[in-house]
Structures are given as C-alpha cells and as structure tokens.
C-alpha cells in the first residue's frame, strides 16, 4: 500500500491510490487544490486551510487524508484500518510528491 505526501504550508495532505474510487468528491469540491490533470495533482496550499480539510474529511474511502503541521490537534489518524505498520518514508520525485509506504508487521 503506497501513500503519497503533499505538504503545503500549513496543511500536509497525504493520497493513497489503492483506496480511491473515483468518486471526484475531491476534484468537484475544491478543483483549485484538487486537480488530476495537473502535477502534482495536490497542491495543498490553493485555498485556506479550514477547505481542505472539509474537502479531505469528505473522502469516502480514505484515501485523502491530512495533519495540520503547526501541531495542533485535529490531525488525523496516519493509517485508516488495515493500514498499521511501519512507515519506510521512501520518496519518489518524478509524480511531484512524496510517497511514504505502510507495511503489515
Ligand atoms: S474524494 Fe477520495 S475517493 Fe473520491 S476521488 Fe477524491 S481521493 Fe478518490
């Protein structure tokens, strides 16, 4: 399971392919942030934090999610259920964010 990390400045918000459906949620509520023709299709810091974060939670599956970086609370959980493990931190440059990989164990 691969989730990628789209850091603005105040808000990180993180995408994990696997758990989307397509459902455009995203993209038709918040099209400034969330734009799949565009790399990096996240750019978190397009509009205020207090939208993303509406955006985000309505997410049906999971795949968005997001932590607030001034380290208030309000983050989210990092793993949705069947995701706890380990986090490997790898990156990957060339689709504009990074990616960071749950493993089981
Ligand atoms: S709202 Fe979530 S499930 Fe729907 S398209 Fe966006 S990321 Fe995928």
Do not use: K
Request: glycine share 12%.
């Amino acid at each position: 399971m691969t989730r990628r990390n789209y850091r603005g400045t105040d808000i990180q918000v993180s995408f994990d392919a696997d758990l989307c459906i397509h459902a455009r949620e995203c993209v038709r509520g918040l099209p400034a942030v969330f734009n799949r023709g565009r790399r990096p299709w996240i750019l978190a810091d397009n509009a205020p934090t207090e939208e993303v974060t509406r955006v985000v939670e309505d997410c049906p599956t999971g795949a968005l999610q997001y932590r607030l970086l001034d380290g208030s609370p309000g983050e989210q959980p990092a793993a949705t259920s069947g995701q706890a493990g380990a986090v490997d931190g790898a990156r990957a440059g060339d689709r504009g964010g990074d990616v960071t990989r749950l493993t089981n164990g």
